[in-house]
């Protein structure tokens, strides 16, 4: 049921306080830019983030009164380099939400499912094809069905890619979005979403 945006104006400091929850997709450094199994010592560039306005964000229209929800999306990479050992890449796809409605009347199950692909590409200039060198797929569909809103950020990593030094290669990180709404007889919807800034 749509909704006005003003109301999600009235909702940002309620979203704020709710708790903080955890992704489960913890990332370590890649098995060759370790010594002894100990993550090296890395000096990491500044993290790249998409802006999670334009296509990164999204109003879901639930249907009947299940409350009307605002999702929006960023993707960050970032550059690493150790002391010893190879650089590596990190990309990561951060999500909040928060409903569009000061009340909310239907509370039951709004999301089927709701899943988040991140992929590392790389490619050999600022234009030009991507390559995927990593993808991971993670499910936070209890995460949205258990909370009205998430004011911080829940993560998908990315597994950590080396970063040749021989080669010189622009990398991002970008997401795939694929949600199905609880009742709305349209089944799953692909949502591209926009990479993170090209950096080498």
């Not at 990332?27 to 306005?53: L, R």
């Amino acid at each position: 049921m749509r909704r006005s945006r003003t109301t999600s104006l009235k909702l940002s400091t309620a979203a704020a306080t709710l708790a903080l929850l955890t992704s489960g997709t913890a990332f370590a450094a890649p098995a060759s830019a370790t010594t002894t199994g100990t993550p090296a010592v890395a000096a990491a560039g500044p993290e790249k983030c998409s802006t999670s306005s334009g296509a990164n964000g999204r109003d879901l229209d639930l249907p009947g009164d299940k409350p009307d929800t605002h999702v929006y999306i960023e993707n960050c990479g970032q550059l690493h380099a150790p002391a010893t050992g190879p650089a590596w890449v990190s990309g990561r796809t951060g999500i909040n939400w928060m409903i569009l409605v000061d009340q909310v009347i239907d509370r039951s199950k709004r999301f089927t499912s709701f899943k988040v692909t991140t992929r590392l590409e790389s490619r050999p200039g600022q234009t030009g094809a991507d390559t995927v060198r990593s993808s991971r797929t993670c499910d936070f569909t209890a995460n949205l069905n258990a909370h009205w809103g998430h004011a911080t950020t829940l993560n998908c990593h990315a597994i950590p890619v080396d970063n040749p030094v021989d080669t010189i290669l622009w990398w991002s990180t970008d997401a795939t979005v694929v949600y199905d709404l609880e009742g709305d007889t349209q089944g799953p919807v692909t949502w591209e979403l926009n990479g993170s800034p090209l950096q080498s």
